[in-house]
């Protein structure tokens, strides 16, 4: 199974795809999580922090070669969930390249739903535990007291809203272009997350049984 979520900042993929990954038996591949390690490990160019810091998108070459170097690893072998990649056409483009010239091809793209001022409420309350990476939310998924919680710099309400508008213009190519390739799955992801992922699995088991 090879797919891909796409969805505005804060609409549940990776919730949704810690989940998945567990029920495949497949890497969760996140641009944004390798960039940040990226940034933690001080290998990020400062231009590059500036711009993630702003809500901004990173060059699709550096994506593009973080996604090339991940999904030739033996773990992605046999499939892979790409979490946050492709953001843009270029790097959609540059995905098909890369699997084809593996003889393989994408199975799904998963688009989640979530109207904006939910998406406001989700990504500023958002908390992750630094040790185990857990997604905790202050409001829907209170974290335990023992928690070591990091709150993300770009999950502040002006650098969301800024993010969730980059998101908007950018998808604007990007979801025509795998509703043309008959890849597009879109998910209403309003709801509790139970929910949700019941909509993922049923979508998932209609294309690969
Ligand atoms: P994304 O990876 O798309 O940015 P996350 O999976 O990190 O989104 O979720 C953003 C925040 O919303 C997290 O705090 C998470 O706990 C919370 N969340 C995710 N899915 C749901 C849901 N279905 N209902 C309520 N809160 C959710
Ligand atoms: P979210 O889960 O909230 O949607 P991510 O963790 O995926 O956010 O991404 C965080 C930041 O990392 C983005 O705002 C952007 O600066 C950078 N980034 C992640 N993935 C990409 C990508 N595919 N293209 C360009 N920039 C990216």
Redesign the pocket.
């Known amino acids: 199974m090879r797919l891909v979520f796409v969805?505005p900042?804060?609409?549940?993929?990776?919730?949704?795809a810690k989940v998945i990954t567990e029920k495949w038996k497949i890497p969760q591949i996140s641009t944004g999580d390798m960039l940040r390690e990226a940034k933690a490990n001080g290998t990020l160019p400062q231009d590059l922090i500036e711009k993630m810091k702003a809500g901004g998108l990173v060059p699709d070459e550096v994506v593009i070669d973080l996604i090339r170097a991940r999904t030739e690893k033996d773990d992605a072998k046999g499939g892979f969930l790409l979490?946050?990649f492709p953001r843009t056409v270029p790097q959609a483009e540059a995905l098909t390249k890369l699997l084809d010239s593996r003889g393989q091809k994408l199975d799904i793209v998963v688009a989640?739903d979530v109207p904006k001022e939910l998406l406001m409420e989700?990504?500023c309350?958002?908390?992750t535990d630094k040790r185990t990476g857990q997604?905790?939310?202050l409001k829907?998924?209170p974290p335990p007291p023992d928690a070591i919680l990091e709150h993300r710099a770009d999950d502040h309400e002006d650098v969301v809203r800024n993010r969730v508008d980059v998101y908007e213009k950018m998808t604007a190519d990007l979801l025509p272009f795998y509703e043309k390739a008959g890849l597009l799955k879109r998910i209403d992801?309003v709801?509790?997350?139970e929910a949700?992922t019941q909509r993922v699995v049923r979508a998932l088991e209609q294309v690969r049984g």
């Open positions: 969805g900042p804060g609409a549940g993929k990776g919730t949704q979490d946050g989640l989700r990504a309350l958002r908390r997604i905790y939310h829907y998924k992801g709801g509790d997350v949700v």
